[in-house]
């Protein structure tokens, strides 16, 4: 039905009670307000949105900046039958053309109410097409007769593929053949994917709200997930082979990354794991098995106690950075009845390291059997690793002999970090700094025995590794020697092996977000009486 030709014409106070709605009380807005068509121009001259208003012939008789620059077109002299071809609107299909009679200006004019029409926008002007929002009303004058019809319309081409990349990546995400686990900063899981559930056996209501934890196997220590939630809140993505266990309590390996997630501020908000299950991959379930394996034997080779009838208490302790690590300590008896206490590094602290430190012990154990003096020992330990080992590799060590009939120690150092004597109190009562360069440079290097030192009841012998001491704090600064023999002071009268615990538990947390990429290895002597 066509509006009537004999209706009152589109007035300025019509245009303004259409646009501003009328007040209810006059005196609510002043006189400038209500009379001046000049600030109702700059008003809506001045809208982000366009304002397209018509009077009841169809004729345009408003038409902002705004409604041009976003339907690419000005006002056209053309019938309301022939608004849609001529503005190339569509539905929302963005194929089927959508009948002039339909649109939201058309049907206000008619005295209807619309709201939120989308509108597809596509022609030589904006080829590229542009999606609208439109809300139309019509417009009465005073009288309350209809007078035409407004359309007030926004840009939602950029919100609309927003939420098109937002839906394509929920359905990846959903029909990826990968586990995808999203957590909050505290690690609690927020969301698994449907392949997640495949490959673990766990609904997502058994996972939302509880941790990763729920897959761990065993087959991992302590250590590498302290290095993974390291490397993780540094903001650093985490990639790594884990062996995970399934809700029948099966394992399986999955080739995971982990990527921290920030918002605008900069701000970890969530951690997202992809996970890859790898469990038929032979050759990488090879690979795993071999590493695994390397370091059981290697966990093997570490001492547990000094031999019976030593009158020492020993604590020690290997805390690898990778599955396999190049820190060796030890205990071994000499043949002047007194015990050798060992701590070595060698450069490096993947598998090529582990073997080398392999290699260094069996050649240490071999020759301590007949000699008792330290430099000697190391003297004849570094001819035979010089030829063995690959140019860029070295090994720093510290030998003490703890001769218990005399109570002294004698010691020497290749290239080791300085190793401590505290007395009963706490205090630093000698220091046993590196007496010459590490093994396996230079083959006629001869390493010298330092002078005896007495040892009384009630005194620690403290050796570590550099990394113990460089490791460092998320703004870089190095944990130090004096920091580990606070910790040692503090609890100086608890056992040598827990002694050992709290100095790299001290590190971890002194280290917070910032990854330990070396190994901390570190042996504690108490003197009994």
Not at 78 to 93: A, I, L, N, Q
Not at 297 to 325: H, I, M, N
Not at 459 to 484: I, K, N
């Amino acid at each position: 039905m066509e509006p009537s030709t004999d209706a009152p014409p589109l007035s300025d106070r019509a245009l303004s009670d259409g646009l501003l709605g009328a007040a209810e009380d006059p005196g609510l807005v002043g006189p400038p307000l209500q009379s001046s068509a000049k600030l109702l121009q700059d008003v809506l001259d001045s809208l982000t949105d366009g304002v397209v208003v018509a009077d009841l012939q169809g004729r345009f008789v408003q038409f902002n900046p705004a409604a041009e620059r976003i339907l690419g077109l000005g006002p056209l002299g053309v019938p309301s039958s022939e608004w849609s071809p001529s503005y190339g609107c569509f539905r929302e299909d963005m194929v089927t053309p959508f009948p002039s009679e339909e649109l939201p200006l058309s049907r206000a004019i008619r005295g209807e109410t619309v709201h939120d029409c989308a509108v597809y926008v596509r022609h030589a002007g904006v080829p590229g097409g542009v999606w609208l929002s439109i809300n139309a009303s019509p417009i009465r004058d005073e009288a309350g007769r209809l007078a035409g019809g407004v359309a007030v319309f926004r840009d939602e081409t950029a919100k609309r593929r927003e939420l098109a990349h937002i839906g394509l990546l929920s359905t990846v995400v959903e029909q990826t053949a990968d586990a995808v686990v999203i957590t909050d900063p505290d690690g609690l899981i927020e969301y698994v994917n449907p392949a997640a559930e495949k490959i673990t056996g766990f609904g997502a209501r058994e996972l939302v709200g509880k941790t990763p934890r729920v897959f761990r196997s065993g087959v991992h220590d302590s250590a590498f997930y302290d290095r993974m939630w390291a490397t993780l809140r540094e903001g650093r993505v985490f990639r790594d082979v884990l062996a995970n266990r399934k809700k029948s309590g099966a394992i399986y390996y999955s080739e995971q990354t982990i990527t921290p997630v920030r918002d605008a501020g900069g701000t970890i908000v969530h951690y997202v794991s992809v996970a890859k299950d790898i469990t038929n991959n032979n050759k990488t379930k090879d690979i795993e098995s071999r590493h695994l394996l390397a370091r059981a034997v290697q966990q093997r080779l570490f001492p547990a106690s000094p031999r019976p009838g030593c009158r020492f208490e020993v604590g020690g302790a290997v805390y690898t950075a990778d599955k396999t690590g190049g820190d060796y300590f030890d205990y071994i008896p000499l043949p002047d009845t007194a015990t050798a206490v060992i701590v070595g590094d060698v450069s490096g602290h993947a598998f090529d390291s582990a073997l080398v430190m392999a290699e260094t012990r069996a050649y240490l154990r071999s020759i301590a059997q007949t000699d008792s003096d330290p430099g000697v020992i190391l003297t004849r330990v570094n001819r035979v690793l010089v030829g063995d080992i690959p140019d860029a590799q070295f090994v720093t060590m510290v030998l003490a002999s703890l001769h218990a009939p005399s109570n002294t120690l004698r010691y020497a150092s290749a290239g080791h970090p300085t190793g401590y004597i505290l007395d009963e109190s706490g205090n630093v009562r000698a220091e046993l700094p590196s007496t010459a360069m590490p093994l396996g440079i230079f083959p006629d290097t001869s390493y010298e025995t330092a002078a005896a030192q007495p040892l009384a009841e009630g005194d620690l012998v403290v050796f570590f590794t550099d990394g113990v001491v460089e490791t460092e704090s998320p703004d870089g600064v190095p944990f130090g020697a004096e920091r580990a023999l606070d910790v040692i002071r503090r609890h100086r009268h608890e056992p040598a092996s827990k002694l050992v615990h709290r100095v790299y538990r001290a590190v971890r947390e002194f280290a917070g977000r910032r990854a330990v990429n070396d190994d901390i290895t570190m042996v504690v002597c108490r003197i009994s009486p």
